[in-house]
C-alpha cells in the first residue's frame, strides 16, 4: 500500500504525490507498463530466470525544467545471482531527468528552495 502525501511550501507552492508501492507492485506487467524500453530485457531475464522479480514503486522528485515536484517511478531489479539494480525514471510531465528525494531527505521547494512541509493525506492500493 503507499501514501498519499501532501507537500506545502511557505511560498504557496503545493502538490500531492502518491508514493511508495501499490498491490500490483511485483507484477512484471507493471514493470512493462513504466519502464517499456526495459520490457524485453525483464521478460527474458524472467523466462531465463537471470532476474528474480521486479518491483516499482513512486517517490517524489523534482524536475527542475517542470519547477515542480513530481511522481518518479523507480524500477527495482533482483538479479538470481544476488545483485540488484534501481532503475529511476523520468520526468511524468516532460519526460526529462529528475532528482529524487530519498526517503530521510526533506523535499524541497522548486519554487523558493525551501524545505516543504509534509502530510499523509491518504492511502492508495
Ligand atoms: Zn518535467
Ligand atoms: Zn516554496
Known amino acids: 500500500m503507499g501514501d498519499i502525501k501532501r ?3 511557505a511560498c504557496g507552492y503545493e502538490c500531492r504525490i502518491q508514493e ?12 512493462y507498463r513504466f519502464f517499456p524500453d526495459r520490457a524485453d530485457l525483464i521478460s527474458e531475464g524472467l523466462a531465463s530466470g537471470q ?6 514503486y513512486t517517490r517524489p522528485g523534482v524536475c527542475d525544467a517542470c519547477k515542480k515536484i ?3 517511478s523507480l524500477l527495482h ?6 545483485g540488484n539494480e534501481t532503475v529511476t525514471g523520468a520526468c511524468p510531465g516532460c519526460a526529462g531527468a529528475v532528482r529524487i ?5 526533506p523535499v524541497i521547494c522548486p519554487i523558493c528552495g525551501k524545505e516543504m512541509e509534509a502530510q499523509i493525506a491518504g492511502f492508495w492500493d
Open 51 to 56: 532476474i528474480r522479480g521486479t518491483v516499482v
Open 20 to 31: 511508495g508501492a501499490g498491490l500490483r507492485a511485483i507484477d512484471p506487467e507493471t514493470a
Open 7 to 9: 507537500y506545502k511550501s
Open 77 to 82: 531489479i533482483e538479479y538470481a545471482g544476488g
Open 70 to 72: 513530481v511522481p518518479v
Open 101 to 105: 528525494f530519498e526517503e530521510d531527505e
